[in-house]
């Protein structure tokens, strides 16, 4: 029992937060927001460099064969660094899954191009009904001779834009099945959402696109329990990513604290402020344990389901607690753009909706309980 | 990174499970005499005395003086099963008293002290807190002078619990006035059959036992000082952050058993009670692993302040919202107690519902807890 990190880790930690601190100011985070694109492809090509894209691949496929806590140890930095960009949708929402569930075929055309940053790729899943379950998957894949012909409207589809590839989930006769689309085929339509994160989410709206059936994902008719293992992944990896940005809310909140002078004293040193910070450090400490706690788990292949949604479940609530707080902390100022504090507000929100809020999240729980 | 136990550990506290599960007779005793509010009796004293066999009250001391030697884990190990069969996880003697012995005390309070601690045949009880002195620790007045040959105690300490069983005061005094407040502040151990010592009751609403006590001209050896003059307060701070490991154990065999009786009256099929109960294992959970972050840090030989008090707080807030949840999910019953028809769960949570007030404030307020994790975990300057 031993909740460090290795010597690897913290220097994965360090050279991650020494980059990124330098390369990704939050002028650029802020720039993206306003730009098409939603990412900076040479930030992009540097982080593939460093090996980033493919840390959790092996290496016969150009990555550097890390597990999931290494993977949470970079998003907490990127985190921290507000990163845009696609990189959980290409390394976690559809990487993973093609590792785990590719042919050799597409593993080694894929996963390769991941892990050097020249492919972007993204999840087509949610519908407009928004559900997580099975049931929320209306989109419909008909099988013609070779082809399967896709046809739907999918919802929230991170950095659809820039994406070379996507994977939409849609109904086959046999039931539900992942397939590989070239994001640029003929029927695809795409509109920006405006979002609370400006981060670039898309409706797809995928109207009788041409698919061979060699890009099926898994098995035809059995998506659903790729789909899940997807969520989970991703639900753990925004966590990840939100454990940072808090961490680094709550430093911005002390040192703000402790300069801003009133009534002849910092406003730290008044107790109302300083039992503020105590909450959101137990707040974001419970957030952390429980994020490393179930990546640990699915690094060691064991059931983490019940950890993950532990995980999600607290650290989408406890986002918007620190936030709130850090926000009340700094007063006015915080709420101008010229000042960070919104930024993390706003992402707080987006990654608490993304995979699953605390509801969702809980009845997973209940029914782990066997309830 | 490693959130379980090794095999060994793992082996060991299957050990410790098994012993406690041998044992359904001393357990159900001492839960009859710790819930009945009076502390130890004869069947707790008992069960002690078997622990202390086992020298598993004490795993991490020296062979010499009653342990085993064993790394720091071993003991949270036992302390998770203290907790999750009988409640109780720690002893003054064990947990607090003999570690400052053992690290600042003569050779012979260890000699005297150690063994019988680790057999369980003594107890101490907390003297710190007066009645103008419970968070300000430092402003204690019950004073200690110098006489020689031996010192003179006077004054009066409040809310000591366990003094009316225990055999020993862990007894901090005031040796000076001068200089801060806190830096003339003594320990003592007093034998508390000494001559001049008067015990009185108070008892909270919940039932438990604590006590005024009143030092009247006690005359106390020179050989009762603890470390060194003046350095008690530090002594203290220290223990403290011991004291403020705190087991889950208990915790969650009280959900256990709630989650059976959820399952058996079939509310479980009720989305806003399996929200509910979803919600406290998450936060059992958080509770859990605050305390792991705590014990990883002390098997490395640090004390974690922060953690430690982060740990305190959240746990024991977690254990008063727990007891509300349920008490509110059992509806109009949850008010019933232990010996009344139709309660529920033997009117288990509408005890701790009341209990759990206490560990809010004992072993350090949460607002004093959280003044420290501000100030020194997190840098918020004082003024
Ligand atoms: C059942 C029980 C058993 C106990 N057993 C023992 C024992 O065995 N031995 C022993 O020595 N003591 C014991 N205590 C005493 C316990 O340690 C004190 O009650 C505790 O330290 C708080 O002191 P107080 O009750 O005097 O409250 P006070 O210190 O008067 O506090 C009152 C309120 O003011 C707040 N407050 C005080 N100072 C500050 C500050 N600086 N910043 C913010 N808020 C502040 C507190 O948080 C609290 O909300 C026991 C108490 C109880 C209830």
New binding site residues.
């Given amino acids: 029992m031993n909740l460090d990190l290795s010597e690897e880790q913290e220097m994965l930690k360090k050279t991650a937060r020494d980059f990124l601190e330098q390369e990704c100011p939050r002028s650029l985070v802020r720039e993206m927001e306003q730009g098409e694109k939603g990412y900076s492809p040479e930030l992009w090509r540097k982080m593939a460099e460093l090996g980033w894209m493919g840390l959790v691949f092996p290496e016969e496929y150009s990555g550097m064969s890390g597990n999931f806590v290494d993977l949470i140890i970079l998003l907490g930095e990127m985190g921290r660094a507000l990163v845009p960009g696609p990189f959980i949708p290409t390394v976690v929402s559809s990487g993973l899954p093609i590792f785990h569930h590719g042919t050799e075929e597409q593993k080694g055309n894929f996963l390769p191009e991941i892990a050097s940053g020249e492919l972007i790729m993204t999840l087509a899943l949610t519908e407009p009904s928004t559900r997580f379950d099975e049931s929320g998957t209306e989109a419909k894949a008909q099988h013609q001779f070779t082809n399967y012909s896709i046809s739907g409207t999918k919802l929230f589809v991170p950095y659809a834009y820039v994406a070379d590839w996507i994977i939409c989930v849609a109904r086959a006769e046999e039931g539900i099945t992942l397939f590989l689309v070239p994001a640029k085929s003929p029927g695809i339509n795409l509109t920006v959402l405006k979002t609370i994160a400006s981060d670039k989410q898309f409706e797809v709206v995928f109207d009788d696109v041409k698919v061979p059936t060699a890009n099926v994902l898994g098995k035809v008719g059995d998506g659903w329990k790729i789909i899940k293992q997807i969520e989970e992944w991703s639900a753990l990896a925004w966590c990840g990513y939100e454990v940072g940005s808090l961490q680094r809310v709550l430093e911005m909140t002390v040192s703000y604290a402790n300069e801003r002078i009133q009534f002849e004293r910092p406003i730290g040193s008044f107790?109302v402020i300083q039992?503020k910070c105590a909450d959101m450090l137990m707040d974001i400490d419970g957030a952390r344990f429980l994020t490393y706690q179930a990546a640990w788990k699915v690094s060691q292949g064991l059931a983490a389901s019940m950890e993950i949604s532990m995980a999600k479940a607290w650290t989408g609530e406890a986002s918007r607690r620190v936030c709130l707080s850090g926000h009340q902390i700094h007063a006015g100022i915080g709420l101008f753009t010229d000042y960070d504090m919104e930024l993390y507000f706003r992402r707080a929100k987006a990654m608490e909706l993304a995979f699953g809020e605390g509801d969702f999240h809980r009845e997973i729980i209940a029914q782990q309980l066997g309830l | 990174m490693d959130f379980e136990f090794s095999p060994e550990e793992k082996k060991f506290k299957q050990e410790v499970h098994q012993f406690f599960q041998s044992e359904p007779e001393l357990c159900a005793g001492f839960m009859e005499e710790w819930h009945g509010g009076e502390g130890f009796g004869p069947k707790t004293w008992a069960l002690l005395r078997k622990l202390g066999e086992k020298h598993w009250l004490t795993p991490t001391w020296p062979k010499k003086y009653g342990g085993l030697d064993l790394p720091y884990v071993y003991y949270c190990i036992i302390q998770e099963e203290m907790s999750y069969w009988i409640g109780l996880y720690a002893c003054?003697g064990t947990a607090m008293a003999g570690p400052v012995i053992l690290k600042c005390g003569t050779e012979e309070q260890k000699d005297f002290y150690l063994p019988r601690i680790a057999r369980g045949e003594i107890e101490f009880?907390?003297?710190?807190?007066?009645?103008q002195?419970?968070?300000?620790?430092a402003n204690l007045q019950l004073r200690a002078e110098d006489k020689g040959d031996y010192y003179l105690l006077n004054g009066q300490?409040?809310?000591?619990?366990?003094?009316h069983f225990a055999q020993y005061h862990w007894l901090?005094a005031r040796t000076s006035s001068e200089g801060p407040k806190y830096r003339g502040i003594s320990l003592f151990i007093v034998d508390l059959k000494t001559p001049g010592i008067s015990i009185t009751p108070?008892m909270?609403f919940s039932g438990?036992r604590?006590?005024d006590v009143f030092y009247d001209d006690v005359k106390v050896p020179k050989s009762s000082l603890v470390g060194e003059p003046g350095m008690g307060f530090y002594y203290i701070m220290e223990a403290l952050a011991y004291e403020r490991v705190t087991p889950v154990g208990a915790y969650q065999r009280l959900f256990e058993q709630l989650l059976e009786y959820i399952k058996e009256s079939g509310k479980g099929s009720d989305p806003v009670i399996r929200q509910k109960i979803a919600q406290l294992a998450i936060e059992l959970e958080v509770c859990k692993l605050f305390t792991l972050n705590v014990v990883s840090a002390q098997s490395k030989g640090i004390i974690p302040v922060y953690e430690a008090n982060a740990a305190k707080i959240f746990i024991t807030e977690t254990e008063q919202r727990l007891a509300n949840t349920v008490v509110n999910i059992f509806g109009l019953r949850g008010q019933l107690q232990r010996d009344s028809k139709w309660n529920v769960l033997n009117g288990m949570f509408e005890f701790i519902y009341r209990q759990s007030?206490?560990e809010l404030?004992?072993?350090?307020?949460?607002?004093?807890l959280?003044?420290v994790i501000a100030q020194r975990g997190l840098g918020l300057k004082r003024r």
């Fill in positions: 107790q039992h | 003054i009880c907390l003297g710190y807190s007066e009645p002195a419970g968070s300000d620790l300490k409040t809310f000591n619990t366990r003094c901090a108070l909270t438990e604590t006590n007030l206490t404030i004992m072993r350090g307020t949460s607002e004093i959280r003044n």
